[in-house]
T-cell receptor, first 115, second 120 residues
Framework: NAGVTQTPKFRILKIGQSMTLQCTQDMNHNYMYWYRQDPGMGLKLIYYSVGAGITDKGEVPNGYNVSRSTTEDFPLRLELAAPSQTSVYFC??????????????FGDGTRLSIL | AQTVTQSQPEMSVQEAETVTLSCTYDTSESDYYLFWYKQPPSRQMILVIRQEAYKQQNATENRFSVNFQKAAKSFSLKISDSQLGDAAMYFCAYRSGDNAGGTSYGKLTFGQGTILTVHP
């Protein structure tokens, strides 16, 4: 059971480039989340999804887009990368059928640098 | 909106000693959950301990225990018999109760983190 898988683990982008951070989970979880962690700080919610076809903004959504075409996948797209988006990105999921209070299952993160 | 505050950017402890990490939160909700996560240099987010707000009894997990003061909105983590492997960044996190609303389900609000150093 792989859990939550994020790719790539590291990436360097130039200002203005675009890329997609991939996230997939094999636990049939309804709820998925994208967080960013700036150096020395806590995680902040970017976007989340309550199921296939349903997404919503979190605390810091500007500069990002998401889609949820399947239960398993929740990619995060950066358009026109900016230095302020240099961060570590975490994907997480949780299943509604799990007995509360289950914590979120986190991926290992993607370290992204914008130069 | 809920907020979580960790007022100690860094803490240190001698191996085998006890250390307490502080966390306060602000919410108008009565039903919620609180968590402590450990993040070692590997970047993994590892759940340390969890507390349901409706439970008066403080949660314990082996060497880890919490002091949950609901009225004071305080949720501190005590690490006993500290080990070198406990060195990490520790995050306090808040999650609304399951009846808060469907789209709020599972969302976590994190504090800024506390870096714990363990000295041999």
């Amino acid at each position: 059971n792989a859990g939550v898988t994020q790719t790539p683990k590291f990436r360097i982008l130039k200002i203005g480039q675009s890329m997609t951070l991939q996230c997939t989970q094999d636990m049939n979880h309804n709820y998925m989340y994208w967080y960013r962690q700036d150096p020395g700080m806590g995680l902040k919610l970017i976007y989340y999804s309550v199921g296939a076809g349903i997404t919503d903004k979190g605390e810091v959504p500007n500069g990002y887009n998401v889609s949820r075409s399947t239960t398993e996948d929740f990619p995060l797209r950066l358009e026109l990368a900016a230095p302020s988006q240099t961060s570590v990105y975490f994907c997480a999921s949780i299943g509604f059928f799990e007995t509360a209070p289950q914590p979120q299952h986190f991926g290992d993160g993607t370290r992204l640098s914008i130069l | 909106a809920q907020t979580v505050t960790q007022s100690q950017p860094e803490m240190s402890v001698q191996e085998a000693e006890t250390v307490t990490l502080s966390c306060t939160y602000d919410t108008s909700e009565s039903d919620y959950y609180l968590f402590w996560y450990k993040q070692p240099p590997s970047r993994q987010m590892i759940l340390v301990i969890r507390q349901e707000a409706y439970k008066q009894q403080n949660a314990t997990e082996n060497r880890f225990s919490v002091n949950f003061q609901k009225a004071a909105k305080s949720f501190s983590l005590k690490i006993s018999d500290s080990q070198l492997g406990d060195a990490a960044m520790y995050f306090c996190a808040y999650r609304s109760g399951d009846n808060a609303g469907g789209t709020s389900y599972g969302k976590l609000t994190f504090g800024q983190g506390t870096i714990l150093t363990v000295h041999p």
